[in-house]
């Protein structure tokens, strides 16, 4: 069977992870071109670097290329990819930077506070001045959509804390954008 | 700004100007991981293949393949020139098969043995065993 360029630009992402799944190159080549500018946004949100983020979006791609058949059908594909991406940056995290988990936080926080409020265009700026472990659960929270339970079980953290760094971060944001 | 405001920017897309760039390093790498797993099959399948033939060559027969290899080579002697020098030649290619052959009888014999079976046996299974592991974390 062939599968024509205009087709899968007008395929559905369902109907492209099945053609994926059985084994179309072509077809996950367009899901890659769909999902990548949201899942490397979601990687920097996260707090990845430029290099490091589009590396873990790189290897996301291929792992999820592999699992194809164990997507479920169940939400949107990039909700599964940032599901994928988000867990295998947290165990990068917690195996190189353990310091992100510790309770005093000072020597790894941003070096001022934001002179100025951002506009809605500037949201990426104005979330580099959360502490890390805060635009982390964040992050996790609301772009990959864990839940406060689930992002504890990820991070090994008491529930508790896990909703103080998102209520800090969240009265943060709300104090330093411009609605 | 209330909180559905922030899920809407965590969820904006940027836009990168390199995102076919990106595509075709993802797809790059898909086809070389491809590849490499084909490659690496086929491999497998080659030394699986060599390994099964070893066991096939029973090692006395070395042993009488002697007198057959000195009258080989006493046949190829004849008057004519060019046959006489083609002879030499085969002769000469026939000795270093001969000895390559007979260097090769010892690691023959190792193969042979059900040791070396049971130790690259347990080897690949455990190769298998650690790729099936490390496959089944990538994602849990």
């Known amino acids: 069977m062939t599968i024509l360029t205009s087709d899968l630009k007008s395929g559905s992402d369902s109907d492209l992870v099945r053609l994926g799944a059985a084994g179309s190159q072509l077809a996950f080549g367009e899901l890659v071109r769909r999902h990548a500018n949201a899942l490397r946004s979601h990687m920097r949100r996260l707090g990845a670097q430029s290099h490091d983020a589009d590396d873990m979006a790189q290897d996301t791609f291929l792992i999820a290329f592999e699992r194809l058949d164990e997507f479920r059908f169940e939400g949107p594909f990039i909700a599964w990819l940032k ?3 988000s867990r295998r940056y947290v165990k990068k995290l917690k195996a190189n930077h353990k310091y992100l988990f510790v309770d005093d936080m000072s020597p790894y926080e941003p070096p001022q506070e934001p002179v100025s409020k951002f506009s809605q265009n500037d949201f990426d700026e104005a979330l580099s001045y959360l502490k890390p472990i805060e635009r982390l659960c964040l992050s996790l929270n609301l772009s990959a ?35 | 700004m209330e909180e559905h405001d922030l899920i809407s920017l965590f969820n904006r ?39 099964a033939l070893l066991q096939f060559i029973p090692m006395y027969a070395t042993s009488n393949l002697s007198p057959v290899h000195e009258s080989a080579s006493a046949n190829s002697v004849t008057s004519d020139q060019t046959l006489r020098l083609s ?26 043995t059900p040791w070396f079976f049971w130790v690259s046996f347990s080897l690949c299974i455990i190769a298998i065993a650690l790729y099936y592991a490390n496959f089944q974390e990538e994602l849990f």
């Not at chain 1, 689930?150 to 971060?169: Q, Y």
């Not at chain 2, 076919?20 to 699986?48: E, H, P």
């Not at chain 2, 030499?88 to 190792?110: Q, V």
């Open chain 2, 87 to 112: 002879g030499e030649f085969f002769t000469h290619l026939g000795e270093h098969m001969f000895e390559f052959f007979m260097n090769m009888e010892h690691y023959i014999s190792l193969i042979q």
């Open chain 1, 83 to 85: 599901t994928i991406a």
């Open chain 2, 13 to 51: 897309v940027k836009t990168f100007e390199d995102t076919d760039v990106f595509a075709n390093k993802v797809l790059g790498r898909l086809r070389f991981k491809y590849w490499f797993r084909q490659s690496l099959i086929a491999f497998a399948g080659l030394m699986g293949g060599i390994y």
């Open chain 1, 145 to 179: 959509g864990f839940t406060h339970q689930a992002i504890a079980e990820e991070l090994d953290m008491p529930l508790g804390t896990v909703k103080s760094h998102i209520k800090r971060g969240l009265d943060h944001l709300k104090q330093v954008i411009i609605p």
